[in-house]
């Protein structure tokens, strides 16, 4: 303990090659001329800037420790030759810690070795970058003087293969209470340059972190097309139940179709051939018993005549009606091709009546359809019957949210202000019927110019 209490206090005077210096650390390595390298720091800023090969001059105090170690009070640079910087030792992991551990041979402290090793770790610092470099299970740490905002060799990655040259270190032990000297921690190398860490043999491709990156992605990958197998399947069979409630619904709407028409048809043959009978037979009674009453029965005659007219225009709606069911039950679907159908059975509107139609069709429901006939059987027979018209266009337009139905004639028109008082009770049916679809009538006719009417009915 004396022995090394008297070696930590002398003072040096020591004369040598300086073997590593750095850029920005407070010391460097040079070797005497007796073959021992010692480690030589000012613990102020007046220290020359110092390069492998300088030849110098020391003096200061050793520090307690076994490690070559000098605090200098004067270093004198006096000359400079790079032949006397001794080439580096070749070593691997392996031997130098077997050299070191745990109370190794000291004389490495600060030599500069070349060794070989598997890059495990990288760590980005402020000023530096700290790599772990490792044979087996022993690792080694490196300082390469490459800052944070310098991005790194491209090669320089985990699983590589690195040459380090650099001075070697590490941190020592020192109980002097306990009796420990020397035992060796913390074993890293230190390059003087960056350039001083070489890639000598890239890294595989399937690295342990790319392996585990991969079946992260494989994992992630594997759970979302199961997700979307089972979202799948789920959507075919909800698609499925939709699609067998579609063809149920369709079919069900189907047998209800056919039986509503064909339940109109007989009501339609019932009241034709029953209730259009007994009006018939009643008109003609009334017509008869006009024949018994006196000459000066004025008032009589009036009450029958008014009798026979309601009766009379009862049975001509009744009859439009009856017209109605029949065409509508027989006719297609489609509302144009229903038109035109109704249009080809009627031998009075033969070269007289024109259909057309403009935008996309869309399908309108039969009891609208019902309607929409009694509607133009009354616009139609206005224009041929009052109007005298030669040609009655009936345009369908199916716009953006409603149903346009026009119908223009070429007839002799008539006055709006003296329409009741001229007969056309019709246009009030049309109006009313119209209403009842939530739709608006529209009407633009003088004498002798013709009449256009507009049916408006939402969607």
């Known amino acids: 303990m004396n022995i090394t209490f008297l070696i930590a206090a002398s003072l040096l005077e020591l004369t040598g090659v300086v073997t590593f210096a750095r850029e920005g650390l407070p010391f460097a390595f040079m070797r005497d001329g007796a073959g021992v390298t010692w480690r030589v720091a000012r613990d102020d800023a007046r220290s020359p800037g110092l390069v492998s090969g300088d030849v110098i001059s020391v003096s200061g105090e050793r520090e307690p420790s076994l490690k070559h170690r000098v605090v200098c009070s004067r270093i004198e640079k006096a000359s400079h030759d790079s032949s006397l910087v001794p080439p580096p030792r070749k070593a691997t992991i392996k031997e130098i810690f077997g050299e070191l551990l745990p109370y190794g041979d ?6 500069t070795i070349c060794a070989e090793g598997l890059l495990r770790d990288i760590n980005r610092r402020q000023a530096s970058t700290q790599l772990l470099v490792g044979e087996d299970e022993l690792n080694i740490q490196v300082e390469m003087p490459i800052p944070i905002e310098t991005a790194l060799p491209p090669n320089l990655v985990l699983g590589a293969t690195v040459r380090v040259t650099g001075a070697l270190a590490w941190t020592s032990i020192e109980n002097f209470d306990a009796g420990v ?29 790319r392996m585990r990156l991969a079946f992260t992605w494989l994992a992630a990958l594997l759970a979302i097309v199961v997700a979307w197998a089972v979202t799948l399947r789920r959507m075919v069979a909800k698609r499925s139940r939709e699609l067998a409630e579609s063809i149920r619904l369709r079919e069900t709407n189907r047998i209800e179709a056919d039986a509503a028409a064909r339940e109109r048809l007989r009501l339609a043959a019932d009241l034709h051939d029953g209730f259009q009978q007994y009006l018939a037979s009643a008109v003609f009674r009334l017509k008869a018993a006009g024949n018994y009453l006196p000459e000066n029965a004025t008032e009589s005659r009036e009450q029958l005549e008014k009798a026979k007219n309601a009766l009379q225009h009862t049975q001509s709606g009744l009859r439009s009606i009856l017209w109605a069911m029949n065409e509508e039950s027989e006719g297609p679907e489609s509302l144009l091709e229903l038109l035109r159908f109704v249009a080809r059975r009627m031998a009075h509107w033969e070269g007289i009546v024109e259909i057309s139609s403009e935008g996309e069709e869309r399908k309108v429901a039969r009891k609208s359809a019902l309607t929409l006939l009694l509607i133009l059987q009354e616009a139609i027979g206005n224009s041929i019957r009052h109007g005298k018209a030669t040609r009655v266009k009936v345009n369908v337009a199916f716009e953006n949210g409603r149903l346009r139905v026009d119908v223009s004639d070429n007839g002799c028109g008539f006055d709006m202000a003296s329409r009741e008082e001229n007969g056309h009770f019709g246009l009030a049916g049309m109006e009313r019927r119209t209403a009842n679809l939530g739709g608006e009538m529209k009407i633009a006719t003088a004498p002798g110019r013709g009449t256009d009417i507009s049916f408006i009915f939402p969607d």
């Open 106 to 111: 000291s004389s490495w402290y600060g030599e």
């Open 181 to 209: 000297f020397g035992r060796i921690e913390n074993v890293e190398l230190i390059p003087a340059k960056a350039e001083d860490v070489a890639v000598v043999e890239n890294a595989p491709f399937w690295t342990m972190r």
